[in-house]
């Protein structure tokens, strides 16, 4: 059995400015060293709830952990060229085939083609299309999950820009499909094989609409 963290760390970011302090010093006598984090639920490695978007859904305690933590089958997208559109014929040719109610995972290994703390990671990445969402959608996954900023608007939001809603496809078509999104996971390229152990357990926060993740992937179990 190996263990492969998928997390993307909470620290200082361009992007997202979490705020971490630290009071307390043991080697000045002090009992107990206090670290504080205030950041958004929806930076780093993260998992969406429904509530993100839709008015009355459930927000992150509604989300059963079985539709985060399961069988997980890879679509290798590492060759899908930069700043370019992943499409559903992509996703079809790189889906390694398997059972409704998996997890989907899809590798283009984009923490090594681009750092994740320059913008270029944010504007140069590969996005996916209207009928690529509504590819996924119709493989009944329970969550999918993405290395990459996996909606073209993704990059627009860097400069506070605004398109039509409908522009953010897996958002708007997996997310109403009532799949779960777990978004900008890190070193996937670890993963072995087409097939792995996935968990990717958001914290408890009830009454958010997301909230932060430590992902990791088990492998050798059976899947």
């Known amino acids: ?3 492969v963290d998928l997390s993307m760390p909470i620290a200082p970011h361009f ?3 979490p705020e971490i302090s630290v009071s307390g010093d043991i080697a000045a006598g002090d009992q107990f060293r206090v670290t504080k984090l205030h950041t958004t639920c929806h930076g780093f490695s993260h998992v969406d709830a429904r509530a993100h978007i839709l008015a009355d859904a459930p927000t992150i305690e509604g989300t059963p952990l079985d539709r985060v933590v399961g069988p997980a089958r890879i679509f290798d997208l590492r060759a899908a060229p930069d700043n370019a559109a992943i499409d559903a014929a992509r996703l079809r040719a790189a889906d390694p085939g398997g ?7 899809l590798s283009a290994g984009w923490d090594g083609r681009r750092d994740r703390n320059t913008r270029e990671f944010w504007t140069e990445s590969p ?16 969550a999918v999950a993405f290395d990459f900023p996996q ?44 097939r792995t152990f996935l ?15 430590r992902v990791f992937a088990i492998e050798g179990l059976p899947t």
């Open 1 to 3: 059995m190996r263990l």
């Open 15 to 17: 992007r997202w400015r």
């Open 99 to 105: 059972a409704e109610g998996e997890i989907l995972l």
């Open 127 to 142: 996005w996916l299309t209207r009928d690529a969402a509504e590819y996924l959608a119709t493989l009944k996954p329970t």
């Open 151 to 194: 909606d073209f608007p993704i990059r627009l939001l860097l400069d506070k820009q605004e398109v039509p809603f409908d522009q953010h496809v897996t958002h708007d078509v997996l997310l109403r499909h009532g799949v779960t999104l777990i978004e900008y996971l890190i070193n996937t390229t670890a993963l072995e094989g087409s």
């Open 199 to 213: 968990c990717a357990a958001p914290l408890l926060i009830p009454g958010a609409d997301g909230a932060p993740a």
